[in-house]
């Protein structure tokens, strides 16, 4: 047990390090690299949100009504030989944090060496838009790829090292792999926590993830993939102390003229140490079609389902865990960079089912 | 003494007319988008493909020389009709696919946006290697190279 104690409590103590280390790094780095050729980007996001809720969990723990706003920064920057990319989002109920804060080496023109914090890169949804609400064409995110601090059963963010690159694959299309491994969150009765860099630092162990997408034509937005991780996830005050989470899948982004075809599917397998309550394991879906009826326009729907969720211990802790949905929403573009969108869905939470009708505003600049 | 148009003035009147209406009109000017380049830039040839990867973010590199692409929202139809007909996305679909890219942090690099014409020309006869789109007829007064045609009006 002490044996445990001494190396655990290195273990933090070095993590801690670590994260004050990459911080003066990472918010040194581009003003410490020579002034060479060099551009760089940012982008942000705002938007708002009202939900109407109704259903059997109304009043007990659904409010009939909600509101949010949100805005997110990002920034980029990039050398022949480095890039730094970071981001940060606020919420109006106080919520802020410092999403992503990455810096990278380039080892060849496209491939890239990364040390910072990052986006889980298990599934498809959560890299691909993250907090920017105007990308995504609907206003919901699947239930398997919400956000960890918003119910979600998958790890958002990780702390370590990432490599990515793009490779050439046959005669027009391209290859491209995120590998990371890192430490993830921890988990609690209220649920899963990504790690910070700044701030109280709970129970942090390793997470890996790989994921290979392919792309047919580098002119095209067509993409398919497949992607692996496991995650250890301490456990706070719950009456077992550490999650072996296996996450694997398949993916695919793909367009039929003005049809768009969103979709992935997950196999998860949960382990629960030093409990009673076992092992187990679910497969989930999602499939979201979008119809570009003019530059205006878009309608879409989609459709989420889990199958043998009854039998995984892990999602228990998981009450407002979206195991099922049916929706259909319209979207709007206008003005320069804004968008409009209204969706109602028919969710199910363990046995309980509930209606949602949204209305989101979002826009982004430049 | 009242004097009405006899028959032969009615005729006459609407061969007259007809005539009128019937010459020739001077040939109307066929719009044509175009590639253009800054006279800062070297003299290359490009394929639409290439045109596409290139403002879809994807570097393309010709005889050592890296282009880097200007988007024209200073001309809101040669945008419109450079996105219909060259990227083959619409124009909201087209800024969330480079937007998602940087997030992604799979790519830096959006071609930057020039919403005046003055800018977009002091961008292109400044910057080497840049690269645009406009109406050939704009292009040739403001003394542009012209490197491809993109698109033509049907007759």
Redesign the interface.
């Known amino acids: 047990m002490n044996h445990f104690l001494v190396r655990w409590t290195f273990v933090h103590g070095a993590l801690r390090t670590l994260h004050v280390a990459m911080l003066i790094g990472l918010i040194a780095g581009p003003s410490l690299v020579n002034a060479q050729e060099s551009n760089h980007d940012y982008l942000i996001f705002l938007d708002a949100s009202a939900y109407h809720h109704s259903g059997t969990l109304v009043g007990d723990d659904l409010k009939r009504n909600e509101g949010e706003a949100k805005g997110t920064f990002l920034y980029s920057w990039q050398n022949d030989r480095y890039r730094f990319f970071a981001e940060a989002h606020v919420a109006d109920e106080g919520e802020a944090e410092l999403a992503r804060l990455q810096w990278g080496w380039r080892l060849a023109p496209q491939t890239t060496a990364w040390v910072g914090r990052f986006h889980n890169p298990q599934g498809y949804w959560n890299t691909q838009y993250h907090h920017g609400a105007y990308l995504q064409t609907s206003i919901s995110r699947p239930g398997i790829e919400q956000f960890d601090d918003m119910g979600g059963v998958i790890p958002s963010h990780f702390i370590g090292v990432q490599l990515d690159s793009t490779q050439p694959a046959g005669n027009e299309g391209s290859l491209r792999y995120e590998f990371g491994l890192g430490v993830s969150g921890e988990l609690d009765e209220k649920g899963l926590e990504s790690p910070l860099l700044v701030g109280p630092q709970g129970s942090a162990k390793t997470t890996a993830s790989l994921r290979l997408a392919y792309m047919p034509s580098e002119a095209e937005l067509d993409t398919f993939g497949v992607f692996l991780g496991q995650n250890r996830i301490p456990a706070k005050e719950l009456d077992f102390r550490e999650v072996r989470q296996t996450v694997a899948g398949i993916f695919a982004n793909m367009y039929i003229k003005d049809l768009r075809l969103t979709g992935a599917v997950f196999f998860m397998r949960d382990e629960l140490e030093d409990g009673t309550a076992g092992a187990g394991g679910f497969a989930n879906a999602y499939l979201q079609a979008e119809y570009q009826l003019n530059p205006v326009w878009t309608p879409y729907v989609r459709a989420e389902g889990s199958h043998g969720d009854a039998d995984d211990p892990y999602l228990m802790q998981f009450h407002d865990f979206v195991r099922a949905r049916r929706l259909l929403g319209l979207r709007r573009d206008f003005g320069r960079k804004q968008a409009l969108k209204v969706e109602y869905a028919r969710s199910r939470i363990e046995t309980d089912r509930y209606n949602d009708l949204a209305v989101q505003w979002s826009m982004v600049f430049p | 003494m009242k004097r009405g148009l006899s028959l032969a003035g009615v005729v006459l009147l609407a061969i007259l007319v007809a005539n009128t209406f019937a010459l020739p009109l001077p040939a109307a000017e066929v719009r044509r988008l175009v590639l253009v380049a800054g006279n800062a830039s070297p003299a290359v040839s490009l394929s639409q ?1 290439e045109v ?2 290139l403002y ?1 973010g ?2 393309v590199t010709k005889e050592g020389k890296t282009f880097l692409p200007l988007c024209n929202h200073a001309d809101k139809l040669a945008y ?1 009709i450079f996105m219909q007909k060259v990227v083959f ?5 087209y ?3 480079l ?2 890219r ?5 790519s ?3 071609p930057p ?1 020039y919403t005046t014409e003055k800018e977009l020309l002091q961008a292109l006869a400044t910057t080497p290697n840049t690269l645009t789109y406009m109406w050939a007829d704009k292009a040739e007064a403001a003394g542009l190279r012209i490197v491809m045609e993109l698109w033509r009006e049907k007759e």
């Not at chain 2, 996305?89 to 679909?93: F, L, R, T």
């Not at chain 2, 940087?102 to 799979?106: D, E, I, W």
């Open positions: 493909e596409r990867k879809l994807v570097l419109e996305m619409s124009g909201p679909v800024e969330r696919a937007m998602s940087l997030v992604r942090a799979a830096s690099f959006r946006e």
